[in-house]
């Protein structure tokens, strides 16, 4: 029997109940009889029940997947989180003060409104209308900002990993934080790669910075933290978490990146249904979520080469290494950024910080959880369908040949960087072909990557109290859009 008369108690049962009302709501025909499956299911072998458990649970576990990350999370910080710094962070992340420019916060392109990543395919920094949505305009950069939601969790930051802790801990500093030039190794006397991370976008000129003030990134910085020590508001909190704030010392940078940082521990989103199950309530994934997830780990499929969750992954869906996978080139009309290639079309990714060509088109393998709330994927939004972006996997050049990127603004539509060389330095390991699923098995994997990985707390909908109505230096805080118009996928 595939299906039970009685839904079984727990999630599952509810959640099926919203799918099947959402279903109806979009004018998709349901089954009229709940007991009956939409796709037919066709295999021989119980691959509903107990065996399936069993299966997944003994996978799973080989996987190191224990539905406990989240909960460890203050163990491997070593202290609880400083709640009056989280919140002083909580405002400067939304607060334009952070801009030379006074239009832009680390919000304008990690939106609360897209569960922290970027509201476009491509980051509008410095020069933008305020909106945070669909409707964002200005500049161009270069990429897609990921979101920051479970980053204290990863051992190196960024689409190529160029921000990385040497002993592979971003909680582990022992070994030394390596970013770019010119900030090198400098910052490596910080808790946590976060910390560091955090000097960096203001000091980018098209970013935060904008082109007009003159000076290196310490004089920006040093700027940057001129104007915040002016107000009030933000002098009061920070002298209720530094002493020497309190005692009257000026703020220095390296307050304002722990505070940004200290908001960024509270956004850790990693009890999805994965984990329920994992923890041991096998209701909490429905089989076919269960039959994707070991397609997940298992050839043909074998999304866990690069996806993977032992060890320093932290359960987090990347090795944190850099793959050529030819995710196609667009490249924006109107932008600040430059763009590689003859055509100045293209992203040579990981080589633009390694300087060597063979890492010419990589870039990080992307962590997977929480990836349903994306408005677009891979580093350059290329994709706006989730099915799209996981189908380009399983066959890169198809998928190639396939694309003519008609969910894309216009402005990112009009310019489109070469297939060939890409597909010529795409990496053996991409180059093995992922296997053709059949329709039922690429529905049953894109469940799992879409539903099971995805921790409802980091739906847009549960972030929107973390805005602010006002913020400390009285600019205006960004137009959130919500709600926004998600293109027909599927
Ligand atoms: C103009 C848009 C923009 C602004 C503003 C911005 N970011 Fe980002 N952020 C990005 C982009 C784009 C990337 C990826 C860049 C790359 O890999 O080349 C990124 C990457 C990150 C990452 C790494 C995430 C990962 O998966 O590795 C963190 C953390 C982060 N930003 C935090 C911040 C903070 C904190 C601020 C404010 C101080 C901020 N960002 C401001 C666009 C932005
Ligand atoms: C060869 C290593 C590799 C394998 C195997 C692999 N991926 Fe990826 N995946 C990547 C890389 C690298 C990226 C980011 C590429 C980019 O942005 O240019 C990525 C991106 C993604 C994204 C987009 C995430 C985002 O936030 O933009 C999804 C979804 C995804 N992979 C799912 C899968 C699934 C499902 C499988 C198995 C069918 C799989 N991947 C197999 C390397 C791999």
């Known amino acids: 029997?595939?299906?039970?008369?009685?839904?079984?108690?727990?999630?599952?049962?509810?959640?099926?109940?919203?799918?099947?009302?959402?279903?109806?709501?979009?004018?998709?025909?349901?089954?009229?009889?709940?007991?009956?499956?939409?796709?037919?299911?066709?295999?021989?072998?119980?691959?509903?029940?107990?065996?399936?458990?069993?299966?997944?649970?003994?996978?799973?576990?080989?996987?190191?997947?224990?539905?406990?990350?989240?909960?460890?999370?203050?163990?491997?910080?070593?202290?609880?989180?400083?709640?009056?710094?989280?919140?002083?962070?909580?405002l400067l992340f939304f607060d334009p003060i952070l801009s030379m420019t006074q239009d832009n916060s680390c919000s304008g392109c990690h939106g609360p409104n897209v569960s922290f990543n970027d509201a476009k395919s491509i980051s509008v920094g410095v020069g933008n209308n305020g909106v945070v949505g669909p409707n964002r305009t200005g500049p161009f950069n270069l990429r897609r900002a990921p979101t920051i939601i479970n980053a204290a969790f990863y051992p190196n930051l960024m689409w190529d990993g160029r921000f990385a802790s040497e002993s592979l801990d971003g909680f582990d500093n022992s070994a030394g934080f390596r970013l770019p030039q010119p900030e090198g190794n400098s910052l490596s006397d910080l808790d946590h790669l976060l910390m560091a991370q955090a000097f960096t976008p203001v000091a980018d000129r098209i970013e935060m910075t904008g082109f007009d003030f003159k000076g290196d990134n310490d004089q920006i910085r040093a700027e940057i933290t001129r104007r915040v020590d002016e107000v009030d508001e933000y002098r009061t909190r920070f002298a209720t978490s530094f002493p020497e704030v309190a005692a009257g010392a000026p703020l220095d940078y390296e307050h304002i990146a722990r505070a940004l940082a200290e908001f960024e521990f509270t956004l850790i989103r990693a009890d999805a249904p994965l984990d329920q199950y994992a923890r041991g309530d096998t209701a909490a994934m429905s089989p076919a979520e269960k039959r994707g997830g070991l397609l997940f780990f298992r050839d043909p499929a074998a999304c866990f080469e690069c996806h993977?969750?032992?060890?320093?992954?932290?359960?987090?869906?990347?090795?944190?290494?850099?793959?050529?996978?030819?995710?196609?080139?667009?490249?924006?009309?109107?932008?600040?950024?430059?763009?590689?290639?003859?055509?100045?079309?293209?992203?040579?990714?990981?080589?633009?910080?390694?300087?060597?060509?063979?890492?010419?088109?990589?870039?990080?393998?992307?962590?997977?959880?929480?990836?349903?709330?994306?408005?677009?994927?891979?580093?350059?939004?290329?994709?706006?369908?989730?099915?799209?972006?996981?189908?380009?996997?399983?066959?890169?050049?198809?998928?190639?040949?396939?694309?003519?990127?008609?969910?894309?603004?216009?402005?990112?539509?009009?310019?489109?960087?070469?297939?060939?060389?890409?597909?010529?330095?795409?990496?053996?390991?991409?180059?093995?072909?992922?296997?053709?699923?059949?329709?039922?098995?690429?529905?049953?994997?894109?469940?799992?990557?879409?539903?099971?990985?995805?921790?409802?707390?980091?739906?847009?909908?549960?972030?929107?109290?973390?805005?602010?109505?006002?913020?400390?230096?009285?600019?205006?805080?960004?137009?959130?859009?919500?709600?926004?118009?998600?293109?027909?996928?599927?």
Do not use: W
């Open 308 to 490: 993977i969750t032992l060890g320093y992954a932290n359960q987090m869906f990347s090795d944190f290494e850099s793959h050529a996978i030819g995710v196609p080139q667009i490249a924006p009309v109107n932008t600040n950024a430059i763009y590689d290639g003859p055509g100045q079309d293209e992203d040579f990714g990981r080589e633009r910080s390694t300087g060597d060509s063979g890492d010419r088109y990589k870039f990080r393998s992307t962590p997977l959880r929480n990836v349903a709330y994306q408005p677009a994927f891979m580093h350059n939004g290329a994709f706006v369908c989730l099915d799209n972006a996981i189908r380009h996997h399983l066959e890169m050049e198809r998928s190639l040949a396939e694309f003519t990127g008609e969910h894309l603004e216009f402005g990112l539509r009009a310019k489109r960087g070469p297939d060939r060389p890409m597909i010529q330095g795409a990496h053996e390991i991409s180059r093995i072909p992922r296997g053709t699923l059949n329709i039922s098995d690429f529905a049953d994997l894109l469940a799992f990557v879409e539903v099971s990985l995805a921790d409802p707390e980091a739906h847009p909908d549960a972030l929107r109290h973390l805005i602010p109505s006002t913020v400390p230096s009285g600019l205006p805080v960004h137009d959130f859009q919500y709600g926004s118009t998600a293109p027909e996928c599927r």
């Open 1 to 90: 029997m595939l299906h039970k008369l009685v839904p079984p108690f727990g999630t599952s049962a509810s959640r099926g109940a919203t799918l099947a009302l959402a279903l109806a709501a979009a004018g998709i025909g349901v089954a009229a009889c709940a007991d009956q499956p939409t796709v037919p299911i066709t295999r021989t072998e119980d691959t509903s029940g107990l065996a399936l458990d069993v299966e997944f649970q003994l996978q799973l576990s080989l996987m190191g997947v224990d539905g406990r990350i989240e909960e460890r999370f203050a163990e491997m910080l070593g202290r609880d989180i400083d709640q009056d710094l989280a919140e002083t962070g909580r």
